[in-house]
């Protein structure tokens, strides 16, 4: 593969290579990227905002993550966080801080992953940023949606007697990290210890594809929130499952004044999960419970709407909205009540 | 000056303290922060969005630059970009990559920065993300705003006969920063040749004061949009000056498919950036051409408006828009033309 050094086309070339075949799909994108700003036309609709920062060596490892993995995924992350809210992402700008380890081929791979996302979510690309950069690649992306005013779930409106669910599996993305971490240390044993790259151990994922695909392209939930729409379902509160069930449940109750109860068995866990989790010698609820990067949704919808939802695919009640006084609670299989305690993933503590 | 470090409160803390006492002020905003996503409401108006990566070592040196200030210039080359395109600015979104240099007291200085330019500019602040850093910090800001769908200045517009106006001088963030990096390698040289602090030379700023002022907080400029929309003037086209007026104009023309004659002696140059170029050794003129960072408004406007356009202040007309065959041109005070290069920034260059 050719190496073309970024300095050789400077920032307006790069950013002219980026963004020549963009074509702009959504009726709201009136002008995108190749001015001051972006223009865009919500009439009659709210326009929903937000953001997400992706450095390397915090929050991805290049070691193990395609270049083409991590445009797709730094995408998908914030589409999630838009259908979260109960509405459509439409818009995207993605600011790139370059080191010069990186070429020109190397960029134009991030970008092919995302605008896979952007095409296959029906997300127009409309502006961003690029600089270089003293260490690593820094990813700053802003995604921009619509959402019918009555229709937003916001985090703060579950009510008491509410039931909770969650969408698809959980714990399958943090299984994927701890298995691609473990081959990085037993591949860099070997690369220690071997005299010639032969006798490199490779790494055998063979029956491991599930996790792996979930921690390295994951996909956000819009079948979800389109089938929640044709059945006139409006959760009363909603959050994407970045940081793990517990966090993210606890999220919700904080912001909503009310207290939960979850059942243990009814956490949905991939039997992939399950099996990895016993090799490594992890409880499998404990890592459906607080593994993040799923990207699963968790919401809770009033009683009335239960038997239309009791019937949908991909949808799972785990539990009911209390009082706040009771606590965030799960239930174990004995019927015991253990306190829930978020174990999400704090970005500022001293990595082990 | 107390110290807390961040991993003591963690990412959540740390998103609570600095958002906790922030107030919407805009119809538009209709919830901010603490959802996935922040809500707007943009009813009838077109909106606008911009976004700025702003990294350690390229965009900004903390040697010099005080951290309240970065934050209100970060704030403030986002509003210049909606600015530029004859909008407002009514909300903005931070992301911060913060390495454990920085503690807690260090992060609330630079939101103090932004959010001064927030509540100056009428801006909301309503949504972001925090986390670690491997090195330096790490500042991605992405702006909305609105314009009505008739009046957005867009870079494409500019027609064969039309004036070209710059608003305020130019040169002087340029020369800003050319001093800011004399007095670093200055104080450098006395850490490393004396005993003891005492010794140090500091640097004496005295009569810069406008020239540090245009590179440290410089300003957008609202109160030219606002004059123009009062007087009913559209530009024909619109760009913000950050890199240079050569290279902004030249972006203005080949968008436009023409070409341009400005007249060496139009072009706004401070009597202070005059006289320090001078000092420097530099040619004002050069200066005032290529320096970027000065987030002053180039704009063309048609000639009906002439007669109005020339009674305002802090406008002056530099030249005006030939046919694309003429390419661009500078005349010189004898009469001679050259033509005009961009020798604006390029990020991606080998730092000298």
Redesign the interface.
């Known amino acids: 593969m050719s190496r073309t050094e970024?300095?050789t086309i400077?920032?307006f070339g790069?950013i002219r290579r980026m963004t020549e075949d963009i074509e702009l799909t959504n009726e709201s994108s009136?002008?995108g990227v190749?001015?001051?700003?972006?223009?865009?036309?919500?009439?009659?609709k709210?326009?929903?905002?937000?953001?997400?920062?992706l450095?390397?060596?915090?929050?991805f490892d290049l070691t193990y993550v395609p270049l083409k993995h991590l445009g797709y995924k730094s995408a998908i992350v914030n589409f999630s966080?838009?259908y979260?809210?109960n509405?459509r992402p439409k818009?995207l700008?993605v600011?790139?801080?370059?080191s010069k380890r990186f070429s020109l081929e190397n960029i134009e791979t991030f970008y092919e992953g995302l605008k896979l996302a952007c095409e296959l979510y029906g997300v127009d690309l409309?502006?961003?940023?690029?600089?270089?950069?003293?260490?690593?690649l820094?990813i700053?992306i802003?995604?921009?949606?619509e959402?019918e005013?009555e229709k937003?779930s916001?985090?703060?409106g579950a009510k008491e007697g509410d039931v909770i669910c969650v969408t698809g599996d959980l714990g399958a993305a943090y299984l994927g990290l701890q298995l691609l971490e473990r081959e990085k240390l037993v591949f860099n044993a070997s690369v220690k210890t071997s005299v010639n790259a032969s006798q490199h151990v490779q790494p055998d994922f063979s029956g491991k594809e599930y996790l792996l695909e979930r921690q390295l392209k994951p996909e956000a939930r819009r079948d979800i929130i389109m089938a929640l729409g044709e059945k006139n379902i409006v959760p009363s509160s909603?959050?994407?499952i970045s940081d793990g069930l517990s966090s993210e449940l606890l999220h919700i109750c904080a912001?909503s004044n009310v207290g939960s109860l979850i059942y243990m068995d009814k956490i949905p866990v991939h039997s992939d999960t399950q099996r990895m989790a016993e090799q490594f010698g992890m409880d499998a609820t404990t890592v459906a419970l607080h593994g993040g990067e799923d990207y699963e949704l968790l919401f809770t919808v009033s009683v009335p709407q239960y038997a239309e939802l009791s019937t949908m695919k991909e949808i799972k009640i785990i539990g009911r909205v209390e009082h706040a006084s009771s606590g965030n609670r799960m239930r174990m299989p004995d019927g015991e009540d253990i306190e829930i305690v978020a174990q999400g993933w704090?970005?500022?503590?001293?990595p082990a």
């Open positions: 970024i300095e400077g920032e790069l009136v002008v190749g001015d001051d700003a972006a223009v865009l036309n919500y009439a009659e709210q326009v929903l905002v937000t953001t997400d920062l450095l390397e060596g915090i929050h966080d838009i979260a809210m509405g818009q700008t600011s790139l801080g370059i409309v502006g961003g940023d690029t600089s270089s950069s003293l260490t690593g820094c700053s802003t995604c921009i949606g959402g005013t937003i916001y985090r703060n909603m959050i994407d912001q704090n970005g500022f503590a001293t």
